[in-house]
């Protein structure tokens, strides 16, 4: 596609459910970025890959967080045992060159997760 | 203290007026400069990219960078209804990937 793509858009769950969040980068974009948007925020770094390789994982809240990018293009974020502080917006973002500070990072338009 | 601090607002100027959206960091190392629009409830649209103190100008948009005094801004001239949105400043180190995002500035340009 033309641009980075997320579903769900929006996403409802009950407290100590699982939740699964998919990227698609655009096309040919090696690094691909997870952010955590709180209301009234700006954007915070969970997670990098580069291809299949996932190099930076600091940023994740918890255990509970994991993300993976098996074949080096669609991503997947899943948080474990939600909890109501886990609602948020989850931001992608992808680039076009292995960690070169110099290039854009380019947006989707996240997936809104409230937990109840 | 946050690496990246941004002036909060809400902003709400008439059309047609100067926009003036501000940033201050405390990490010298940061070496690029962007900013970024992200109307409601959408993911954040890169307008502005800079990596050297200065003036750049695209349109009716003007980024301002001054490392000496690690302050960041942008202009918005001519200010139209859609530019409505909340404005991002966010920076990154050299050869590092992790932006750096100010808070947002929610701007609402009145017709």
């Known amino acids: 596609g033309a641009g980075v793509s997320q579903s769900p858009r929006y996403k409802v769950a009950k407290r100590g459910q699982d939740v699964a969040l998919r990227c698609d980068p655009i096309?040919?974009?090696?690094?691909l970025f997870w952010y955590q948007q709180a209301l009234g925020q700006g954007p915070e770094f969970l997670t990098y890959?580069?291809?299949?390789?996932?190099?930076?994982k600091s940023g994740l809240p918890s255990d509970r967080f994991f993300a993976e990018r098996p074949e080096g293009s669609v991503s997947t974020l899943k948080i474990q045992r939600t909890q109501q502080e886990d609602s948020a917006v989850y931001l992608c973002?992808?680039?076009?060159?292995?960690?070169?500070?110099?290039?854009?990072?380019?947006f989707g338009d996240g997936t809104r997760l409230s937990i109840l | 203290q946050k690496e990246v601090e941004q002036d909060p607002g809400p902003l709400s100027v008439p059309e047609g007026a100067i926009v003036s959206l501000n940033c201050t960091y405390s990490?010298?190392?940061?070496?690029?400069f962007m900013w970024y629009r992200q109307y409601s409830r959408k993911g954040p649209e890169l307008l502005m990219y800079?990596?050297?103190?200065g003036n750049k100008e695209d349109g009716r948009f003007t980024a301002q960078v001054d490392k000496s005094s690690k302050y960041i801004s942008l202009f918005i001239r001519d200010s139209q209804p859609s530019d409505s949105a909340t404005y991002l400043c966010?920076?990154?180190?050299?050869?590092?990937?992790?932006?750096?995002f100010g808070a947002g500035t929610t701007v609402t340009v009145r017709a």
């Open positions: 973002a992808s680039s076009g060159r292995q960690g070169a500070s110099n290039q854009p990072q380019h």
């Open positions: 096309s040919g974009h090696v690094s």
């Open positions: 890959f580069q291809n299949e390789a996932q190099l930076d």
């Open positions: 990490n010298s190392a940061f070496q690029y």
């Open positions: 800079t990596y050297s103190s």
């Open positions: 966010a920076m990154i180190q050299f050869n590092d990937y992790k932006l750096s």
